[in-house]
């Protein structure tokens, strides 16, 4: 009898486990097909568009790119002629900005069709929002004393936003940074440039002193006072000391409260106009 006992025990027992087993194996499978299907499923034009992506290089670009339309199922993005007009502009008039419309690729987007074009576009946005934003070059780069940090920026999700929205026009006006500094650099950039179409600032003498003192009489003096008929034509019938106190400000900013020219000055106004650009970049 009890030995009966014991052995209908242990059948109901592995009974159980079976059952537990069985419940467990189906959750599990479940589970697993719930995931699956999840994933959203690519239409033939998404993945043709993520095997181009795949092969696009850099590195580095090919990244981003895979990140933005990751976001967007590998949808395409330039269906929208306005989208695409409203891009070329910014890019065509980036010059306003200090940046450089040759280093956005406005050639090859003519010429292009297709996922080729369509891949081109998305780079350049990518890589114009960043420029825009954040300057081609990292402050670092220029003064390794330079240790103001900028709030994070998700570039990606912010341009795969704005494009999704349909607002890039409104988008990209509102990313140059909005500060009094980059205005008033912007607004000198234009000038120079005017300065340049009439034909530049006249030569300043590379040699001569290392620096200019009020009341000093040498022929930087008068260089001096020709190129400041040019950019600052109250300077340049001042007397030497408001001279000086005018021209710091323009050439040796963050240089304190001197009363000369130093040399480093004195070099920078040996540049041609167009090495003399104050470029909004240094103000980002």
């Not at 006992?5 to 069985?22: C, E, H, T, Y």
């Not at 949808?75 to 008039?93: C, F």
């Not at 994070?152 to 999704?164: D, H, M, Q, R, T």
């Not at 710091?248 to 650009?277: D, V, Y």
Request: glycine share 4%; charged share 25%.
């Amino acid at each position: 009898m009890m030995l009966m006992a014991v052995n209908r025990w242990f059948s109901v027992k592995g009974a159980i486990v079976s059952l537990v087993s069985l419940l467990l194996l189906s959750a599990t499978a479940q589970a697993d097909n719930k995931a699956v299907s999840s994933k959203p499923v690519l239409s033939d034009e998404a993945i043709e568009l993520k095997q181009a992506v795949q092969k696009v290089r850099p590195k580095k670009h090919r990244k981003l790119l895979q990140s933005f339309y990751t976001l967007r199922n590998y949808q395409p993005t330039w269906k929208n002629y306005s989208q695409v007009s409203a891009l070329l502009k910014n890019l065509r008039e980036s010059d306003k900005e200090g940046l450089n419309p040759a280093d956005y690729r406005l050639d090859e987007i003519k010429q292009a069709s297709g996922l080729q074009q369509e891949l081109i576009l998305t780079d350049v946005l990518l890589s114009y929002a960043h420029d825009l934003r954040d300057g081609v070059h990292s402050p670092q780069q220029v003064d390794r004393r330079w240790h103001i940090r900028k709030p994070k920026f998700n570039l990606v999700g912010e341009v795969s936003k704005a494009v999704e929205y349909g607002r890039l026009r409104a988008f990209l006006k509102d990313l140059a940074p909005p500060h009094e500094e980059y205005a008033a650099l912007r607004a000198q950039l234009r000038e120079h440039r005017k300065v340049a179409k009439r034909g530049g600032w006249p030569d300043f003498p590379a040699r001569g002193p290392r620096r200019l003192d009020p009341g000093d009489r040498h022929q930087q003096v008068e260089s001096l006072r020709a190129r400041l008929a040019v950019t600052d034509k109250a300077a340049s019938s001042s007397a030497d000391s408001q001279l000086s106190n005018r021209l710091l400000p323009q050439w040796s900013a963050g240089a304190g409260c001197q009363e000369n020219l130093a040399a480093a000055t004195l070099l920078s106004m040996c540049l041609p106009i167009a090495c003399g650009f104050i470029s909004p970049e240094r103000s980002r």
